[in-house]
């Protein structure tokens, strides 16, 4: 807690820009020429949803065009069978802030949010830390089975949430102290 993980991530989405150095990818400042372009291939998933007072596709799509397939996404992000549990199922009204569903249900929308969003990026802030543990494994393995072409940054706690990714990398005070894998 405290370490910067999170305005490492919000640096590297351009969100925030460096108070020193610059961002650079393939050699390229990404500065305001840039950075609408650069912000637009990242979906993010925080630690704490958003959530419209709308349905649940309202939710998944989230300004987006309802052109993809929102039940996917949902499938993905393990939801899917509890939105059809629902009078209305995807047309079921959330409440404000999403009072009428759990903590974990307003995660696990936030995920399939970001995975109907189709995006070169996806990155997970802490996406998966009010999920039980079957059902963080269920949505892992979802998400690395079907976005083998994205690149996902991930911060997490629990050393089991990042066991399949390929590089690990340890925060302490705002520097990266370690570098490895699960192993």
């Not at 949902?74 to 903590?103: F, P, Q, V």
């Not at 340890?170 to 894998?181: F, N, R």
Request: hydrophobic residues 45%; charged residues 20%; negative net charge.
């Amino acid at each position: 807690t405290g370490s910067g993980k999170s305005t490492l991530m919000d640096l590297v989405m351009g969100l925030l820009y460096p108070q020193k150095g610059a961002l650079l990818v393939d050699s390229i400042q990404v500065d305001d020429k840039y950075i609408m372009s650069w912000r637009n291939i990242f979906a993010h998933v925080p630690q704490d949803i958003y959530l419209l007072d709308g349905t649940f596709a309202d939710n998944i799509a989230f300004g987006n065009n309802l052109t993809g397939d929102i039940n996917q996404a949902a499938t993905n992000a393990c939801i899917y069978d509890d939105i059809i549990l629902k009078d209305e199922g995807m047309l079921s009204m959330l409440g404000e802030r999403g009072i009428k569903i759990s903590g974990g249900q307003k995660q696990r929308i936030g995920i399939a949010r970001a995975l109907y969003k189709n995006v070169d990026f996806l990155v997970l802030d802490e996406a998966t830390s009010a999920l039980d543990n079957a059902t963080e494994a269920a949505v892992m393995k979802n998400i690395m089975n079907t976005c083998k072409n994205m690149t996902i940054l991930m911060i997490a706690h629990r050393l089991s949430s990042i066991k399949n990714f390929d590089k690990i990398f340890v925060l302490d005070k705002g520097k990266i102290v370690s570098v490895g894998t699960y192993d």
